[in-house]
């Protein structure tokens, strides 16, 4: 009974010896497929390369500082028409005649700064006639350094306005992209 027991048992181990071999074999065939899955250090350098010339493709395709001039022009050419618009609108509710503090204005006749006399000699002061009735402050130009808005007895929009002889009247602005933004009405 006990070579039997012996039998048994040496078997047992023989069984667990080849069942320990078995899995050990299955574990190292999956560490080798995955280290064959892996990338090698070419494939990604390639990868970040092909990155690279797509990002650089993209960047000069969208350029922003185009487009950041582009919307500084959009910007302005909002201005204008809003300048114009007070204007109109002080026009009209005056029967035609610019007016301000009940007292007619004439436009200039060459184009002149709207600025405030304190800030630009020479300059077109009419934000006390559209301020806050017509427009609520006046707008200025986005980039020029010496344009600005306090209130309405320390301004310089950058912007200019002119009547021609046949009593359209015109607020422009040099632009980024485009020479010259105006609108004449």
């Known amino acids: 009974m006990q070579k039997k027991n012996i039998e048994v048992i040496s078997k047992s181990k023989a069984s667990v010896t080849r069942h320990a071999r078995a899995k050990a074999k299955r574990q190292l065939r999956k560490e080798v497929a995955r280290l064959n899955n892996a990338f090698t250090l ?99 130009d986005p980039s020029q350094y010496n344009a600005y808005y306090n209130d309405t007895d320390d301004y310089n929009t950058g912007y200019e306005v002119f009547r021609d002889a046949a009593g359209r009247i015109t607020a422009s602005s040099t632009g980024e992209l485009t020479d010259t933004i105006a609108v004449t009405r």
């Open 42 to 140: 070419i494939e990604i350098l390639v990868v970040i390369g092909i990155i690279a010339v797509l990002a650089a493709i993209v960047l000069v395709a969208v350029n922003p500082a185009r487009q950041f001039k582009l919307a500084r022009d959009s910007q302005r050419q909002s201005n204008v028409s809003a300048i114009l618009n007070a204007i109109e609108q002080n026009m009209s509710e005056h029967r035609g005649v610019f007016t301000c503090n009940d007292n007619p204005v004439q436009i200039p006749n060459a184009y002149t700064v709207i600025a405030s006399s304190s800030s630009y000699v020479g300059g077109f002061n009419i934000a006390n006639c559209l301020v806050p009735d017509y427009i609520a402050s006046l707008p200025f």
